[in-house]
C-alpha cells in the first residue's frame, strides 16, 4: 500500500457477548498487528473493552457513550478524519489499517453506509471487510430475537462461530452452520476458540461489495442513503436502546470475596439470565487487591474469571457494566449489595 492508497478498514461486529473483545485481544498483541488502529465502540456510559485489549494505547480509540449505528455515527467521521490527520503530521504511531469494533447492538447498515459514502471517509479509508462473531450457544435464540443479529449475519464476508467447544452435540453446530448459510451463502464459515483466529482474517479483503450478499442487503444500504434516523423510542438517553433495552454500571469501592462474586454472578444468571444481554466488568477482589478480575457473562452463561496484572489507569474499583432488557437497575445493586454482606462472603473458593 502506498502513501496515497486508501486505508482498509476491517469491521468487526457481532452480536452482545459473542467473543469479539477476546478475538481482539489476542491480536493486538500479534506483531503482524502494530501497525493497526482499533477503534472500539461500546453502548453506554462507561467503557470497558479498550481497557482489556493490550496494546499502544495511542493506536485504540475509545468511542463509548452511544451506539454506533446513530448517535455516535458522526463521531465516527471525525475520529477516522482525526486518526488520518494525526497520522499524517507525525503525532501518533503511523498505521496501515483499521479495526473497527462495534457494540453488540449495532445495526451494521448505517456503519456500512458511512464508510462508503461519506466524503469525509472515502477519501482516505476504503471499507475492506466485514467479519462477523457468532455464539454458538445463544446465538439461535439471539437470531430470533434481535433483527440488529440477523444483519450482522446477512452482510458478513466472514463468520466466525465461537464457544463450539462449549457445545457438546455436533449436530447443533451443523445446524448453526446451515442456517447461517441461509442467511448469509456468500460467507466464509470459520471456528474460534478462546478467540483463537488466523490474525489474517482481519486482514485480507479489497474493497466491500454488498452486491454478493443479496437484495435484502442492498435494499437496508438503500434506505440509508434516505432516511438516517435511528430510533431509541421516546428517550433521546444513549443509554437506552429502544424502549426495553438498557445499560447501566455498578460501581463499589470495597473489595469483595470470590465466594460473593461467584455467588452473585450466579444469582443474577439464574434468576434473571434470559434478560441479561451482557455482563462485563473489572472486581476488586479481596485475594489480591493489585490485579482486577475479568468478569463476563451472557445470558445464563458464566465464563472463568481471570486477572490482569494492574488496574487500568490506576483506578482500584468494582465496574460492571450491564446491558439488560427489563431488569431494574435498583434490583441489580441490591443483589449485589445484599450478596457481598451475606455468609457467601465467607465462602473460599
Given at each position: 500500500m ?16 459473542s467473543?469479539?473483545?477476546t478475538?481482539l ?10 501497525d ?9 456510559d462507561v ?5 482489556l ?13 452511544g ?45 456500512i ?10 477519501e482516505?479509508?476504503?471499507l ?91 435494499n437496508?444500504?438503500?434506505?440509508e442513503?434516505t ?16 424502549s426495553?433495552i438498557?445499560?447501566f ?8 470475596s ?11 444468571a ?6 441479561l ?12 487487591l ?37 431488569i ?22
Open positions: 502506498t502513501i496515497s492508497d486508501p486505508i482498509p478498514v476491517t469491521v468487526l461486529t457481532g452480536f452482545l457477548g467473543g469479539k473483545t478475538i485481544s489476542r491480536l493486538v498483541s500479534h506483531p503482524k498487528f502494530i493497526t488502529a482499533v477503534i472500539v465502540n461500546e453502548f453506554g467503557g470497558l473493552d479498550h481497557v485489549l493490550e496494546a499502544a494505547e495511542e493506536n485504540i480509540i475509545d468511542l463509548s457513550c451506539c454506533i449505528c446513530c448517535t455516535i455515527r458522526g463521531d465516527l467521521v471525525s475520529t477516522l478524519v482525526d486518526l488520518y490527520e494525526r497520522r499524517e503530521a507525525g503525532e501518533i504511531r503511523s498505521f496501515q489499517r483499521v479495526v473497527l469494533e462495534t457494540t453488540g447492538l449495532a445495526d451494521p447498515a448505517p456503519i453506509h458511512t464508510l462508503m459514502q461519506d466524503p469525509l471517509v472515502f482516505h479509508y476504503r475492506a471487510r466485514m467479519v462477523t462473531t457468532f455464539d454458538a450457544i445463544n446465538g439461535m435464540e439471539t437470531l430470533s430475537s434481535y433483527p440488529e443479529a440477523v444483519k450482522q449475519v446477512a452482510v458478513a464476508d466472514d463468520l466466525v462461530i465461537t464457544k463450539t467447544d462449549l457445545v457438546k452435540d455436533n449436530e447443533i453446530i451443523e445446524s448453526l452452520e446451515s442456517h447461517l448459510a441461509e442467511i448469509n451463502p456468500s460467507a466464509e464459515i470459520t471456528f474460534c476458540i478462546n478467540g483463537t483466529i488466523d490474525f489474517t482474517l482481519l486482514f485480507v479483503g479489497g474493497l466491500y461489495d454488498p452486491n454478493g450478499k443479496g437484495n435484502e442487503v442492498n437496508w444500504l438503500s434506505q442513503g432516511h438516517r434516523d435511528h430510533v431509541h423510542g421516546s428517550n433521546p438517553d444513549t443509554n437506552r436502546h429502544g426495553d438498557q445499560t454500571t455498578l460501581i463499589r469501592k470495597d473489595p469483595v470470590r465466594g460473593a462474586l461467584g455467588a452473585f454472578m450466579q444469582m443474577l439464574d434468576q434473571k439470565g434470559d434478560k444481554l451482557r455482563l462485563k466488568g473489572l472486581v476488586l477482589l479481596s485475594d489480591g493489585d490485579r482486577p478480575a475479568v468478569v463476563h457473562g451472557i445470558q445464563h452463561v458464566i465464563h472463568p474469571i481471570r486477572r490482569l496484572d494492574a488496574w487500568p489507569g490506576g483506578v482500584s474499583e468494582t465496574r460492571l457494566v450491564l446491558v439488560v432488557r427489563d431494574d437497575q435498583s434490583w441489580v445493586s441490591d443483589l449485589w449489595d445484599r450478596v457481598v454482606c451475606s455468609a457467601y462472603a465467607d465462602i473460599v473458593v
